[in-house]
């Protein structure tokens, strides 16, 4: 079966530190790996996705970063992070886009004080 | 046109009852609607999905029914239990693509 993991679950930074998330996804090849933010009370805001090895596509322009140096591991990046970067950040995995089906991590808060 | 509207926004109901969750989309190229189910400091979870042809999903307690004239589709929750409080996000998505459109949520909580 497949799984997805990510780390840290709770990290708090203070403003200008910068960022990595990382996640991995087990049991599946080549799949589909998306970042997503989640702000309180709020709902999903897709970041970035990637569909292979070095190939990132950007949503929203902002001051975060994303790279796949490996085909199942996906990490978001920030050189400097800002208050509005507060949040829960969750990966997420995708087999292919023919059957829809995305599955998520357990997040990441991080809080930036 | 790229919306998904969810309501409510929160739904208190009380332990055997029914808990129903609409939500409403513009795009008719949407054609998988997923609906997640997300527990406080945990990642959404993938409950039940329905595609558009077919009308109604049933799996355990959870059904979604769908109307595709209407562009609506919804959640029930049969037998509502303390333990299905959460905050529940609906989807919708077009094979072949990225890009997930959620709504923005509703949190249910089922009083014991």
């Known amino acids: 079966s497949q799984t997805i993991h990510q780390w840290p679950a709770t990290l708090v930074q203070p403003v200008g530190s910068p960022l990595s998330l990382e996640c991995t996804v087990e049991g599946t090849s080549n799949p589909n790996l998306y970042w997503y933010r989640q702000a309180a009370g709020r709902g999903l805001q897709l970041l970035f996705y990637s569909v292979g090895i070095g190939q990132i596509s950007s949503e929203v322009p902002q001051n975060l970063s994303a790279s796949r140096p490996q085909d199942r591991q996906f990490i978001l990046s920030s050189k400097k992070l800002l208050l509005s970067d507060s949040g829960f950040y969750l990966c997420a995995w995708s087999r292919d886009t023919s059957t829809g089906e995305l599955f998520f991590g357990e997040g990441s808060r991080l809080t930036v004080l | 046109q790229q919306q998904v509207k969810q309501s409510p926004q929160s739904l208190i109901v009380q332990k055997g009852g029914i808990s129903i969750i609409n939500c409403a989309y513009e795009?008719?190229?949407?054609?998988?609607f997923p609906w997640y189910q997300q527990f406080p400091g945990k990642g959404p979870a993938l409950l039940i999905a329905i595609r558009p042809d077919v009308s109604e999903k049933k799996e355990g307690r959870f059904t979604i029914s769908f109307n595709k004239s209407a562009k609506q589709f919804s959640l029930h929750i049969m037998d509502s239990q303390p333990g299905d409080s959460a905050t529940y996000f609906c989807a919708a998505t077009t094979s072949g693509t990225y890009k997930y459109i959620f709504g923005t949520g509703t949190r249910l909580k089922v009083l014991a």
């Open positions: 795009n008719t190229a949407f054609d998988y």
